[in-house]
């Protein structure tokens, strides 16, 4: 069974965010920038995950607590990189 493991879903997620900001600071000096290529890379991350926990809550059928915390999560990342391409 896949783990959900959402604390380490979060570290993922803000160290691959966090480069983001430093890309962007970064882009403004070298005129370079990885900003696309990073924004994939959550977005890998997190549709990797919901096939994680589409697998924990349609084939195992359990966890459904843990699994709705991480929807919440994984909708809360989509979200902040979705402001992040407009911003």
């Given at each position: 069974m896949p783990s959900l493991n959402i604390k380490a879903k979060k570290i993922e997620?803000?160290?691959i965010l966090d480069e983001l900001a430093r890309d962007n600071k970064r882009s403004y000096v070298a005129e370079k920038s990885r900003r696309e290529e990073l924004l994939a890379e959550?977005?890998?991350s997190v549709i990797d995950w919901l096939n994680d926990i589409w697998k924990v809550i349609y084939e195992?059928?359990?966890n459904f607590s843990k699994a709705h915390?991480?929807?919440l999560y994984a909708s809360q990342v989509i979200e902040q990189i979705g402001n992040a391409r407009v911003g």
């Open positions: 997620i803000v160290s959550v977005v890998e195992y059928s359990t915390a991480c929807l």
